[in-house]
């Protein structure tokens, strides 16, 4: 086999479902954020940063659930925009009054959210 060959059969045993991928996006925003409250110092760069993240991860969930291409049911597609609009209202109280203890919704949804797509209880 050529090396491209084993190149792609690698990659192609490698490559995540959109699930799976969303699954682990929500898992690192989990840590980063488990890792501030963890290590708390107060607020700084490294909080935005992941506050901006998870917002950011978000703002995409919410940007699909609003759009009428979802192949997701108005039922789920309302849920994720519930729990988007939460996180947002969590990630503002957590930038205008920092408490570490503010950070458990967001590691807990994210948390949750990641083990229903991998398909975990």
């Not at 929500?26 to 110092?41: G, S, Y």
């Not at 607020?43 to 703002?59: E, I, T, V």
């Not at 996180?87 to 458990?104: C, G, I």
Request: proline share 6%; aromatic share 8%.
């Amino acid at each position: 086999m050529s090396y491209g060959a084993q190149a792609y059969a690698r990659t192609s045993q490698t490559t995540a479902t959109p699930r799976e991928i969303e699954a682990q996006a929500l898992l690192k925003a989990a840590r980063q954020l488990r890792e501030i409250q963890t290590n708390w110092t107060g607020p700084d760069q490294n909080l935005h940063k992941a506050l901006m993240f998870n917002r950011r991860l978000w703002c995409i969930f919410f940007a699909e659930a609003e759009s009428n291409e979802s192949p997701h049911s108005l039922q789920v597609r309302q849920g994720i925009a519930n729990i988007a609009t939460f996180v947002f209202a969590q990630t503002f109280e957590m930038q205008t009054e920092p408490d570490p203890a503010k950070l458990t919704p967001l590691i807990d949804i994210n948390r949750n959210i990641a083990a229903g797509l991998a398909g975990r209880p």
